[in-house]
């Protein structure tokens, strides 16, 4: 998977409901989710988000609860990677789910500034910085995540295998 985009930057402690905010819960369409995705820490995020921008957050990204809402508003928003200090682990398990990347690094989430544009190969979990020339390596993912994320989510996956499993 490769991205570039522009960075919208966000700090520690980004819960599940500064994501996606409990009120817009009782939809599963992720256009609506979407729509409301940041809308608490952010108002103007949904207006200037566009496909394949990326999303940078400090420590412990996506705790709270364990809702899958939250990694769904944020792909259906257009984020198509998101780098991170570190993932709340339930987050972590749900974005890989979904079919969201994201990648944590440290360093790059130090370095990266909003705005900055980046590119990204989470194949090989390299993450360039390229407004400022400043590249960063991630750990990338085994393989068979790769495929799941690859495949848009861990149920397109499945349903993926059952069918080929049916045509052998």
């Known amino acids: 998977m490769n991205a570039k985009g522009p960075v ?3 700090g520690d402690n980004i819960d599940t409901d500064v994501i996606i905010p409990a009120r817009y819960l009782n939809t599963q ?3 609506e989710l979407a ?4 809308e608490d820490i ?8 566009k496909a ?10 996506g705790c709270g609860s364990s809702r899958e809402h939250a990694p769904v508003a944020i792909k259906a928003a257009g984020i198509s990677c998101v780098i991170a200090k570190s993932f709340a682990r339930i987050f972590y ?3 890989i789910n979904m ?3 994201i990648l944590e690094c440290p360093e790059a989430c ?3 500034s909003d705005g900055d544009v980046v590119s990204i190969d989470a194949d090989t979990g390299t993450i360039i910085d390229e407004t400022t020339g400043v590249a960063f390596h991630a750990q990338p993912f085994p393989p068979f995540i790769q495929e799941i994320i690859n495949e848009g989510g861990l149920v397109a996956r499945t349903k993926k295998k059952l069918a080929e499993k049916d045509n052998a």
């Open 99 to 101: 079919g969201l990347p």
């Open 52 to 61: 394949g921008d990326i999303m940078v957050g400090g420590e412990n990204f």
């Open 93 to 95: 398990r749900n974005s």
């Open 110 to 112: 130090d370095a990266i």
């Open 42 to 49: 952010d108002k103007t995020f949904i207006t200037r988000v």
């Open 8 to 10: 919208f930057k966000y």
């Open 35 to 38: 729509a409301h995705c940041m």
């Open 29 to 31: 369409s992720p256009a």
